[in-house]
Nanobody
Framework: QVQLVESGGGLVQAGGSLRLSCAASGRAFSSYNMGWFRQAPGKEREFVAF???????SHADSVKGRFTISRDNAKNTMYLQMNSLKPEDTAVYCC????????????????WGQGTQVTVSS
């Protein structure tokens, strides 16, 4: 069983920055492929970013150039640095442990955190 706990969300003005963290339990974190997703009210869960155990990354087009995914295996923690935030980035952001399949699909993930709210005001 893997536990994932997100933190770092909050209220920020458009153009501002936030850094989200995802702390994972277990000794095998360095071998995990991980992802960030977000879900706005009334919308489906949306892929944001992905990082492999070898630190190869992928970002959704909607956040490319503004968001950066990273990880610190010594701290069992993954991060999402979010810059130039826009009101449309408002959502609950969740981290997840990838299991099998297309990393852009939520169904490919085995474990999920509870999420952290990000609200961007205009």
């Amino acid at each position: 069983q893997v536990q994932l706990v997100e933190s770092g969300g909050g209220l920020v003005q458009a153009g501002g920055s936030l850094r989200l963290s995802c702390a994972a339990s277990g000794r095998a974190f360095s071998s995990y492929n991980m992802g960030w997703f977000r879900q706005a009210p009334g919308k489906e869960r949306e892929f944001v970013a992905f990082i492999t155990s070898g630190e190869v990354t992928s970002h959704a087009d909607s956040v490319k150039g503004r968001f950066t995914i990273s990880r610190d295996n010594a701290k069992n923690t993954m991060y999402l640095q979010m810059n130039s935030l826009k009101p449309e980035d408002t959502a609950v952001y969740c981290c997840a442990l990838h299991g099998l399949g297309d990393y852009r699909r939520p169904t490919s993930y085995s474990y999920w955190g509870q999420g952290t709210q990000v609200t961007v005001s205009s």
